[in-house]
């Protein structure tokens, strides 16, 4: 299984903005469809944004228009920017492949806190 670690997590005032990274252990990073997730206190695990090794990407609905993911495959990282930042945003965020198929373990996360 290949290993991640996000980061770039923090506290921010609403409205305000973060990058958040997922740097992957393995090459298998290039050719697979990455996602973010993020799950909330005593809420289940959802996925946020998605992108496919082609590029083709994915929102949901909550976060559209807000967040950009992207990656860069030389470097097996995963990239999630994040404006406009709403309080509803904080959660603990993960990246992992989509869909999940249990080939990433799932890292520690990294917070994000966003204060109203």
């Known amino acids: 299984q290949v290993q991640v670690v996000e980061s770039g997590g923090g506290l921010v005032q609403a409205g305000g903005s973060l990058r958040l990274s997922c740097a992957a252990s393995?090459?298998?990073?290039?050719?697979?469809?990455m996602g973010w997730y993020r799950q909330a206190p005593g809420e289940e695990r959802e996925l946020v944004a998605a992108?496919?090794?082609?590029?083709?990407?994915y929102y949901a609905d909550s976060v559209k228009g807000r967040f950009t993911i992207s990656r860069d495959n030389t470097k097996n990282t995963l990239y999630l920017q994040m404006n406009s930042l709403k309080p509803e945003d904080t959660a603990m965020y993960y990246c992992?492949?989509?869909?999940?198929?249990?080939?990433?373990?799932w890292g520690k996360g990294t917070l994000v806190t966003v204060s109203s």
């Open positions: 992108a496919s090794s082609g590029g083709d990407t």
């Open positions: 992992a492949e989509v869909p999940r198929l249990g080939m990433f373990d």
């Open positions: 393995g090459s298998i990073f290039s050719s697979n469809s």
